[in-house]
Structure formats: structure tokens, C-alpha cells
């Protein structure tokens, strides 16, 4: 006797859910009837197992697919299809209307993706290693200068380790490098320590990094190479490490006042992986730094603790340093995070940026929303017909909602596109000096998903609110009145009319100014005169190349060879040679006090250039007293020095700088006197953006200074023609085949000075230019919708004999009056915001004037053409055609 | 709804079987009058080691109904089913003409293929 098999009773609830009855009947009959064959051959457990799976597997596969594949079909049938297709009939049956409220947001959308993208990148975003978020630069200074540290203050700030985590301290060193064939190239290396990659929190591709006993100086230091420099060495870059290369450094070394060429030989140990190149984004070789003398200049990044702030870190490392002893004159160790580096100025182009294009997206909200209320408005007549045949409420509403998203959607996707040209735009325009990390800027994904998510509320409620107060109204009352009649809430209607207005030209308005004043400024700035000659001055780097003018007395006799070859070239009237060179002056960390007066330039606030003989005329400045070194002067070494009109005033105030003597104190104190021979005239000797009234120190050109480069300057006749490629032969045949670097004009350098302000301006100006068509469209619309609602009007007073000038008048002065409230309130606004614009402007107040007036007189013609160009057309109809339509 | 596959059938077009339903197919034909779900299941556990779920096995007889490659019978109910009835399937000719020329591609591809293994007698 056998009882009944039966499946357990979980097992039958779950067959429930196939969906075939005979499939159920079948798959329960075939698992009552094997269960118990199987649980026999491999034991009950087994056995359950394997009732388990059966059953998941027969009620997924004939139970949930066929279901899901039904809920599809469903929805497919359910009319939500065929509401996105009528609602895309709709928007194609007003392609007009469509595209501009689709180019409207797109170019919101898009600017505001942009600029949020390059304000993430540039400002926000943290270096991409270990820790990212609490890695800073440490910085010996104040408040406006900072600067990088000497070793002996890295080594004492590793004593903070209460605010601290870990601290590395590097120094970038430009060499030369000499491949296995002789040939010579610059390349971009860094000293670090042997702990640098594991701070960083990254690893060698191929090879090994570099390790604590590789500081030890050898005849073959370890150095780990870049992937690109690895692909330089060898094809296979697995076959790179074990080889040696060779690099020339020039290092000037604090201690003696000296450069010296040294040859290193490094054996590469290690490939870093492509795309690391840090610091900086060229960096192409890393060598431990070995024993230096403690006043070399090194860079400090620290990774702070989790939770310790700026101030904290700054407290803690000020600490350190007094507990070392070596605490220097001057405010203290700074702390700063990547972001902060960029400096005031650029900080605040990039956030008043990011507040005019959320202005922008924000007017072609309003414009947008506008344009669906008035439509809305138009549909009532067709919601009422929809309701009164069936349609329900729900339905009616899907409709529209699809619409919106089908519009707000077209301009999501029309808005990336944008914010990618407009990216590949900033590139193009992108100042070297203004913000690197651009060139590596990519969409930001969060920031246009915001954008399009504030267009696509924007356009849902412009669209469902109206369909839903049409939808609750009475229908007989909107099929009645048509599409021209004016709607039940007048009133309503007109004090809406009026907010958009206002708001979009108060927006508008403080856009406009600010670019206004960034224009003015910027021009103003353009318009400077330099205090030197920038026509026809060329500017030629160079270096001295191979092993005889490693000699100092060979390097000046090269030197005065090329000064005599090139001033005989035709054309040629001045040359001369030098450092720092305006307007690419240096900055002086040195201190200079009057000996007798004892007055003293604050450090690092001076522009330092290192000059040659007849650099005045070449350059163009003129001297208000005294004379340029001699070249004997310049030869000897002799302590003499040149400052401009400021800085003699500064440390003579009582007059007569000429044959005073000046104490020179360096950063490392070493003390020496110094006779000033001339003065010269104010010049902007760090670009047009700087200061003229700046304080401004001229020496003697030293040899033993000397530093990989130097610059010549040539001052051609006005008519001569361009002697670059005469020059920079002259200075290859002395110097050697590889020495010409750059070739500049001054007029270039100058326009590189204000690659930075032009940015701003010119992006202000095309945002602000964006924001007025906007803005003027958005008037035209809102003031034509208002003019059609009241035609009935119109019609009614013409009819009653009223005059066209007096219809005339009634609609414009209707309109105009929000333009005027608009205007003094857009006056208001940007009295207010422009203040915050101030550390942007080079010249001029915030609240300019001129600026004003003329924005004021553009926006009065703009707004009054589209107040009066409706208002005209609609006083010149006849009054029989309106009534009539009616 | 007609489905996919019996316009395939309609068209002429060549079915081609996935590798379920060619061990499907060749386990009905082995079975004869004993082909269903749980013989089916048995014989290509006992000759191939596959263990191919109830599920799997339905879905696959159900395309092959559908494309008219098999025909199923349901019998009587019996009580080592628990009362529930069997569905006994058998090839059509299509059915034939299909693995038959599955297994002939299946063979050439595979003939004179050196495979540890392979030919072995």
C-alpha cells in the first residue's frame, strides 16, 4: 500500500502562479511524479534542492516572463502611445512654437552646463589621488602673498601630525634631457621623495617605485619615468626599466648665488601609468632629491586629517614651526586647497558666471513658461470640446504632461549639445594663464541634470496648471468665449503680464550691466599705455648649448658676439638682453631698504628685471633721471641698480634717488649695497592688468645668475621688415643648433596679459547679448498675447470713433508701465549685485555711471520696439474685421 | 495573435533549433508512446548528464506545438501524479525534416574534426 504523493503545500501555492492552466496541471502532475524517483537516488536533501529549483525555475519561466511580456503589451494598449503621438502631432502642428521654446532652454540648459562644468572642474574638484578632498598645498605667507616653502620649513611641519596625516615636499626641476643619440630635449622632472607616489596613493605600470634607500646619492640614481617618456626611450616601454638616461640640470643653488650644469645619470627603476604626470601635467621623470641644502624651495602637499579645517591645519603647522625654531618672518604657513589657487580674481569671474547663466536659464524659464500659459490659454476651447465627448480629467492631463516632457525632453537633449560646443568654445578661448585644467574639462554630468531638471519642472507646470483649472472649469463658458475672447480672470491675466515683465527685464538688466562693466573695464584697460614700447619689439628666448659655455667668461664673450651680430643686421635699431623682461617682469623676494633713510619695500611686492645695456631704448622706457648700466657696469658686476618713479619715491621720499645706496637683503639674509644710477618712468611691467604705480627694481644683468634661459630684445625700425628669422639665425650660428626657444612680439605678450580679462569680458558680453534677445523676445510675446486679449476692446473703441493715436497711447502706455517698473527695479538689483563684481574690474566703480545710462537708453529701445511694434499693428485694424470675427 | 514562428512555418522558412529543442526532439523520437515531461527529462539526464527543469522543457515543447514541429496528446489522469494528467508528444513530419537536417549540419560540421575524444569507437 502507497499513500498518495503530494507536493508540499508551499510548492503548489507557488505553481499558482503559472499562468497556462495546463501548464500548471502538467509541471505539478511531472513533479509529483519524479520527486520522489530523485529524492530517492540522491537523498532527501538533495532532493528538496531540487524541488526548489524545479519550481523557481517553472514559475519564473511560465509564470513571471509571460506575465511581464503581458503588463508590456498592456501599457502599450492602454493609450499611453497613443498620447505621446497625438501629443507629438500637436507640437508639430506648431513647429514655430516648438523650436523656440526648445532653442530657448537648450541654450539655457546648455550655457548653465558649461559654465557649472568648468566652475566644478577649475574650483571644486579635488586632485584625483589618495585622500583627494583633504589634500593642500602648504605655503609660507599672509594673506595677499604666498610663498612655497624652503625645506627647513616642510621638515618642520611634518611636527604637525594633530592636524596632519602625511606631508610630501617636491621641487619641479626643468633638465634636458640627451637620448642615446646625442640629440637634446627639455623635459619636465621633478625631485621628490621616495614617499611621493605612496602619498599619492599610486603605483608604477611596469617596474617597481621608488624606495626610502633610493635617496642615497649613487653614481646611478633610481628614477621612475612617465609613459610617455617611456615610450620616447623604447617602443616596448616593459623593456625600460634597467636602462639609464642622462639629464643636464641647471640649478641654482641659494647657497653659493651660482647656477652650475650638472650631468645626472639615472637608472629608470619604474613606468608610471599614462595620464599621471603630477605635478603640474607634463612631468616626465621623478628622481628622489637626495641630501639638499635645507634653504632649496620646495613645494609642500599635505594631506590633512579627517574633520581638521584650513584654520586648525594653519594653527597646528605654526606650532610646528615655532617648536622647530625655525619660524621666519612674516604671518605664518597658509594652507590652501587646490581649488583656492586660481586666486581672488578668478574665483569670482567664475562664480559671477555661474549666478549670469542661472539668470539666463531663469529667464528663458520665465519665457518659456509664459509662451505655455498663453497656448494654454488658446487650448481651453479644445480641453472643453475633449471633456465634453469624454475624455476624463486623467487622460486629458497625461496628454499635456507628455507634451511637456516631449518638449522639455527635445530640450534636454538640444541642451547637452550646446553645453559641448559651448566647453569646445571656453577651450578655444581658454587663457593659458587664466585656468589650465580646462583643457581637461568634461561635461558635468550632475549640473546638467539639474539644468534640465529646473527646465523640465518649469515646462510641466507651465503646461498641466492650466490644463487643470481648464479642465475644472465650465466647459460651455470656455467653448463660448473662443479663442480671442478675454478670459474670465482679466485682472488676473494683467497683473500676470506685468510680473513676467518685470522680473525678466530686472533679471536682464543686472546681466547686462555687469557685462557693461566688464566691457568698459576691459577696454579702459586695453586702451592703457604701457609705459614701454610694444610696436616692433621682439622678444627672443635662448639658451647657450654644449659643453664650452659652461665657462662663464665663454658665455659673455657668446653673448656680446650675438648683441654685436644682430644689432648690424638691417632693420635692427636696439638690442638688448636681459630677465624678466617687461611685460613678463619677475617677482622679487628680496627686501630693499634705504641706507639712509632706512625706508623698506615690503618683500615679494617688487617686479625684478635683470637687464643689459641700452635695454632702456630698446624697450622703449624712458628714464626720468640718471642713465642705464654701462656695459662695463654690467660686465664687472658692478652694484648699481635702476628703479622706477614709485619706488624711488618710496624709499626717498624727501627726492633726488640718484647716487643713494640701498641695502639688499635676500631671503637667505645675506646683505649687500647697492648705488641706484637711474630712475625710470611707471610702466605696466607685469602686463596691462597690473599696477603702474607697482614698485619696480632694475640690476645689471649677472652671468652667474644665469638660469636656463635668457631673453633678447631687438627694437626694429618702424618700416624695416620682420628680422625674426635673421635674429634667430644670428643667435643659432653662436649659441648652437637647438638654442632659440619662443619668439615673441611684445604686442603678443601684452595680448597674453589679457587673455584673462577678455575671457570674462567676452563671456559676459555673449551671455548678456543671449539674455537680451531672451528677454526682448519674451516682451514681444507677453506684450502680443496681451494686445490679441484685448482686441474685442480695440475693436469696440474704433468702432466707437475712438482715434488710432489714442488706441495707440492706451496699449502702449498698458505696456509700458511694467517695462518702467522693470527698469528701475533691474537699476535697483544691479546697484546692489555689481558691488560683488568690483575685484573684476580693473578700472572703473561698480556703479558706473555712463554704464548705466547707456544700458538704460539700449533697453529702452529694445523693450519699447517690442511694446510698440504689437501696439501699432493691433491700433491700425479694422474695427468691422475684429467684431466680426467675434 | 499569430505568433512569429507559425509565419515563419506559413513562409517555408527554415526552422532552425536551438540546442534544447534538438535534445528535446531526439528524446521524443527515443521514447515513442512514453514521450513526456518526465520521460523526457529522464532520458536526456540518463544519456547526456543535462538537467534540464520542467520550465525549460514546457517552454521549449510549447515553441515547437506552436511551429508545429510536435503534436501533443493529453491521456488519463493516474495516481502517481497525484490525479493529474500526462501529455504524450510525438514528431510530425516537419518535425523530422527539421532535426534531421539539424543533425546532418551538426554532423558535418563535425566530420574529420580531430578532438580528443571525437570518433572514438
Known amino acids: 500500500m502507497t499513500t498518495k504523493p503530494r507536493l508540499p503545500a508551499w510548492c503548489q501555492h507557488l505553481l499558482r502562479a503559472i499562468v497556462d492552466l495546463q501548464d500548471r496541471e502538467l509541471v505539478a502532475g511531472d513533479l509529483t511524479e519524479r520527486w520522489p524517483e530523485v529524492s530517492a537516488r540522491r537523498g532527501p536533501r538533495a532532493g528538496g534542492r531540487w524541488l526548489r529549483r524545479e519550481v523557481v525555475r517553472a ?99 611634518r611636527g604637525a601630525s594633530s592636524a596632519l596625516e602625511d606631508l610630501t615636499a617636491y621641487g619641479r626641476v626643468r633638465a634636458v ?218 487622460r486629458l492631463l497625461r496628454s499635456y504632461a507628455l507634451e511637456a516632457v516631449l518638449l522639455a525632453g527635445g530640450a534636454a537633449a538640444c541642451g547637452l549639445a550646446v553645453g559641448a560646443g559651448t566647453l569646445d568654445l571656453f577651450r578655444a578661448w581658454r587663457p593659458d594663464r587664466f585656468l589650465t585644467p580646462l583643457a581637461s574639462t568634461h561635461i558635468d554630468i550632475a549640473s546638467y541634470a539639474a539644468a534640465a531638471c529646473f527646465s523640465l519642472t518649469a515646462v510641466v507646470l507651465a503646461t498641466v496648471v492650466p490644463a487643470w483649472r481648464a479642465s475644472t472649469a465650465d466647459p460651455a463658458r470656455a467653448l463660448g468665449t473662443g479663442t480671442r475672447g478675454s478670459d474670465g480672470g482679466s485682472r488676473r491675466a494683467t497683473v500676470r503680464m506685468r510680473a513676467l515683465i518685470v522680473t525678466e527685464l530686472t533679471l536682464t538688466f543686472v546681466v547686462v550691466v555687469s557685462a557693461g562693466l566688464l566691457g568698459r573695464s576691459f577696454t579702459t584697460v586695453m586702451r592703457r599705455d604701457p609705459g614701454f614700447a610694444t ?132 631671503v637667505t639674509e645675506r646683505r649687500s649695497t647697492w648705488t641706484v644710477v637711474g630712475v625710470a618712468e611707471d610702466t605696466h611691467a607685469r602686463g596691462l592688468t597690473s599696477d603702474a604705480g607697482g614698485l619696480q627694481v632694475y640690476f645689471p644683468f649677472r652671468f652667474e645668475l644665469q638660469v636656463p634661459t635668457l631673453t633678447l630684445a631687438v627694437r626694429s625700425e618702424e618700416s624695416a621688415s620682420d628680422p625674426t628669422a635673421l635674429v634667430s639665425e644670428t643667435v643659432r650660428s653662436v649659441a648652437g643648433e637647438h638654442s632659440v626657444g619662443q619668439v615673441t612680439t611684445v604686442d603678443s605678450l601684452i595680448a597674453a596679459s589679457l587673455a584673462r580679462p577678455r575671457f570674462v569680458a567676452m563671456l559676459f558680453g555673449s551671455l548678456s547679448v543671449l539674455a537680451l534677445v531672451l528677454a526682448s523676445v519674451g516682451v514681444y510675446g507677453i506684450v502680443c498675447y496681451d494686445v490679441a486679449r484685448r482686441r474685442k476692446d480695440v475693436g469696440v473703441r474704433l468702432a466707437l470713433g475712438a482715434g488710432r493715436a489714442r488706441i495707440l497711447g492706451w496699449l502702449f502706455g498698458a505696456a509700458a508701465r511694467p517695462v518702467g517698473l522693470g527698469l528701475a527695479t533691474g537699476v535697483a538689483a544691479s546697484l546692489a549685485a555689481t558691488h560683488y563684481l568690483s575685484p573684476l574690474l580693473d578700472e572703473g566703480s561698480p556703479t558706473d555711471p555712463l554704464t548705466f545710462a547707456l544700458v538704460l537708453v539700449v533697453f529702452a529701445i529694445v523693450a519699447g520696439a517690442a511694446v510698440a511694434l504689437p501696439a501699432r499693428r493691433s491700433s491700425r485694424l479694422d474695427p468691422l474685421d475684429v467684431l466680426r470675427a467675434e | ?43 536526456i539526464e540518463e544519456r547526456t548528464g543535462q538537467d534540464l527543469q520542467f520550465g525549460s522543457i514546457y517552454r521549449a515543447l510549447r515553441r515547437l506545438e506552436e511551429q508545429r514541429l510536435v503534436i501533443g496528446t493529453l491521456g488519463e489522469p493516474t495516481s502517481e501524479r497525484g490525479g493529474r494528467r500526462k501529455k504524450h508528444f510525438r514528431l510530425t513530419a516537419a518535425g523530422e525534416r527539421a532535426l534531421r537536417r539539424s543533425i546532418d549540419g551538426l554532423q558535418a560540421m563535425a566530420d574529420g574534426v580531430a578532438l580528443r575524444g571525437l570518433g572514438r569507437p
Open chain 1, 177 to 394: 634631457w640627451r637620448d642615446a643619440f646625442g640629440t637634446e630635449r627639455d623635459v619636465s622632472a621633478a625631485r621628490v621623495e621616495p614617499g611621493f607616489f605612496e602619498f599619492l596613493g599610486v603605483r608604477p605600470d611596469v617596474g617597481r617605485a621608488l624606495l626610502p634607500g633610493d635617496a642615497v646619492p649613487s653614481d646611478a640614481t633610481p628614477a621612475v619615468v612617465s609613459r610617455a617618456m617611456a615610450a620616447r626611450i623604447s617602443e616596448d616601454p616593459r623593456s625600460v626599466p634597467g636602462q639609464s638616461i642622462q639629464l643636464l640640470r641647471h640649478a641654482f643653488s641659494p647657497a653659493t648665488n651660482e647656477t652650475v650644469e650638472t650631468v645626472f645619470t639615472l637608472t629608470v627603476v619604474g613606468v608610471m601609468p599614462a595620464g599621471f604626470a603630477f605635478p603640474g601635467n607634463n612631468t616626465d621623470v621623478w628622481f628622489p632629491q637626495g641630501p639638499l641644502p635645507p634653504e632649496t624651495i620646495v613645494t609642500v602637499l599635505a594631506r590633512l586629517r579627517p574633520g581638521v579645517g584650513a584654520h586648525t591645519a594653519n594653527a597646528a603647522l605654526l606650532a610646528a614651526e615655532q617648536a622647530a625654531g625655525v619660524r621666519p618672518a612674516g604671518p605664518g604657513p597658509i594652507v590652501r586647497f587646490p581649488g583656492d589657487i586660481l586666486g581672488v580674481s578668478a574665483a569670482t569671474a567664475l562664480w559671477a558666471l555661474q549666478i549670469a547663466v542661472g539668470l539666463v536659464l531663469l529667464i528663458g524659464c520665465v519665457n518659456v513658461s509664459h509662451l505655455l500659459m498663453a497656448r494654454a490659454h488658446r487650448r481651453r476651447a479644445e480641453a472643453a470640446v475633449r471633456l465634453a465627448i469624454g475624455a476624463s480629467r486623467g
Open chain 1, 535 to 666: 610696436r616692433n619689439v621682439r622678444h627672443l628666448d635662448f639658451r647657450f648649448e654644449g659643453a664650452r659655455y659652461a665657462d662663464l667668461a665663454e658665455r659673455r664673450r657668446g653673448l656680446s658676439e650675438i648683441v654685436e651680430r644682430v644689432r648690424a643686421l638691417p632693420g635692427v635699431s636696439y638690442v638688448s638682453f636681459g630677465q624678466g623682461l617687461a611685460p613678463e617682469g619677475g617677482i622679487s623676494r628680496d627686501r630693499l631698504m634705504a641706507v639712509d633713510t632706512g625706508a623698506t619695500l615690503p618683500d615679494g611686492d617688487a617686479t625684478l628685471s635683470y637687464i643689459g645695456p641700452n635695454y632702456f631704448p630698446t624697450a622703449g622706457i624712458q628714464l626720468a633721471a640718471g642713465r642705464s648700466f654701462t656695459a662695463e657696469e654690467i660686465r664687472d658686476g658692478a652694484h648699481v641698480l635702476a628703479i622706477n618713479l614709485s619706488t624711488a619715491r618710496r624709499l626717498f621720499p624727501e627726492g633726488a634717488a640718484i647716487g643713494r645706496t640701498v641695502d639688499l637683503v635676500t
Open chain 1, 59 to 157: 514559475v519564473w519561466i511560465l509564470g513571471v516572463r509571460p506575465r511581464v511580456g503581458r503588463a508590456v503589451r498592456v501599457v502599450i494598449r492602454s493609450g499611453w502611445t497613443a498620447d505621446a503621438r497625438d501629443a507629438w502631432r500637436r507640437l508639430r502642428s506648431t513647429p514655430g512654437l516648438t523650436a523656440g521654446i526648445i532653442a530657448t532652454l537648450s541654450l539655457g540648459i546648455g550655457a548653465n552646463t558649461a559654465v557649472y562644468s568648468v566652475l566644478n572642474h577649475a574650483l571644486l574638484d579635488p586632485l584625483p589621488y589618495r585622500g583627494g578632498s583633504r589634500l593642500a598645498y602648504v605655503y609660507s605667507g599672509g594673506d595677499s602673498f604666498y610663498f612655497v616653502p624652503t625645506l627647513r620649513l616642510a621638515r618642520a611641519w
Open chain 2, 1 to 43: 495573435l499569430i505568433s512569429c514562428h507559425k509565419y515563419k512555418i506559413l513562409a517555408g522558412v527554415i526552422v532552425r533549433l536551438t540546442d534544447i529543442e534538438q535534445l528535446i526532439l531526439l528524446a521524443v523520437v527515443r521514447l515513442g508512446p512514453e514521450a513526456y515531461g518526465v520521460g523526457i527529462q529522464r532520458e
